[in-house]
């Protein structure tokens, strides 16, 4: 196929819309429930009070807000696959947005902006403070100013807003690649996105990952845990196949492909996460996944993903056989022995090679 063919072919898989709409139009699909912004966003999405100001000042001054993207779904209502802040802010300044258990956020209040900096102060419409609230006629002007909006029709590909998605948030907003993998299961599947927060909220999984704020305010529990459940039984033949070059790409797409098909076992997988972290947090505690000097005779460093790797997963993987009997810290000592993982775990060793390696050792320490 050549590269007309190609195109020719991926542009039919996309059907898309495009036109301009009022704020009061916005305002009016999200209070009839018929557009979903995906408050659960919010704690990934990170806008200042001057950001938000900065918006409201723009449209007053009829300065262009670039479009929102949507995708329709089935049942007709429009998904955000970009402009969650846009549009969050809009609802938040006029008193109507609505948190993640459909709580009323609190309005918001505006900060002083470089052209107008009389907004210092102002809210939408508070009938106890009309000195500090807009007008009638500045309400009317946001209500009619206007917005684009582009719109993924439900006859395209169905992977497609995701793509959209990880194109347009990569490296804005959102700072890792598991707050955009939290933000893509959201969209597919929400009840999965909540069942997998509160299970990352263990004790015994906290307790042994030992992990700093920032990687905590990052997600990177949430990944860990993603490893965990895509990983931990994964058949040996697709281990071998991860394709090049990047193991995270793999690792999304294995995520939208699981939330998607609806025979996902829930109960085994928390089951396999609670006994394994369980056993870990009992004999080993913080140290789960830290070096061990043999020369020291003791646990040095801080966290490290390989030891996650090699010691979680290969529990996991014989979770149903796993007792408080087994020995872990005899275990550990053996795989920092173990020339086949030292060597795995070097310098220019790729993510995908060093996995293929030491998933399989891991089940093999672990056997029992």
Request: some cysteine; aromatic content about 10%; charged content about 30%.
């Amino acid at each position: 196929m050549d590269l007309q063919q190609e195109i020719d072919s991926k542009r039919q898989e996309i059907k898309s819309d495009s036109y301009s709409m009022s704020i009061g139009e916005w305002l009016s699909l999200y209070e009839n429930e018929e557009i979903d912004i995906h408050p659960e966003f919010q704690r990934f999405f990170r806008w200042s009070g001057e950001q938000k100001s900065k918006l409201i000042e723009s449209l007053l001054l009829g300065i262009p807000i670039p479009p929102i993207f949507v995708s329709q779904r089935e049942d007709g209502v429009w998904d955000v696959v970009d402009g969650l802040q846009r549009l969050s802010t809009i609802y938040q300044f006029a008193g109507i947005l609505r948190d993640e258990d459909k709580k009323a956020c609190k309005p918001l209040v505006l900060e002083s902006t470089k052209y107008l900096p009389a907004l210092l102060g102002k809210k939408w419409d508070d009938h106890s403070d009309e000195k500090n609230s807009l007008t009638q006629t500045q309400r009317l002007l946001i209500k009619r100013s206007k917005i684009g909006v582009a719109i993924l029709q439900k006859e395209s590909d169905p992977k497609a807003k995701y793509e959209l998605f990880q194109r347009l948030n990569t490296g804005g907003s959102i700072a890792t690649d598991q707050e955009v993998r939290n933000c893509l299961l959201i969209m597919s599947n929400r009840e999965m996105y909540r069942w997998m927060r509160d299970l990352s909220r263990n004790e015994s999984f906290q307790s042994c990952l030992s992990l700093s704020d920032k990687n905590l305010e990052e997600q990177y529990d949430m990944e860990l845990l993603l490893r965990f459940l895509i990983f931990r039984s994964m058949d040996d033949s697709i281990l071998k196949s991860i394709p090049n070059p990047d193991i995270s790409v793999f690792l999304t797409n294995k995520m939208i492909d699981v939330s998607e098909k609806g025979n996902f076992d829930y109960e085994t997988e928390k089951e396999a996460f609670q006994v394994t972290f369980r056993i870990l947090s009992e004999q080993l505690g913080g140290n789960s996944f830290k070096k061990y000097d043999h020369q020291k005779d003791k646990f040095v460093g801080g966290f490290i993903v390989s030891m996650f790797e090699v010691v979680a997963l290969g529990m996991g993987y014989h979770y149903e056989k796993l007792n408080a009997q087994v020995n872990v810290l005899d275990t550990v000592k053996k795989i920092w022995k173990d020339t086949r993982f030292t060597s795995s775990i070097g310098g220019g060793i790729s993510t995908r090679k060093r996995v293929q390696s030491i998933l399989p050792l891991g089940r093999e320490m672990f056997h029992v």
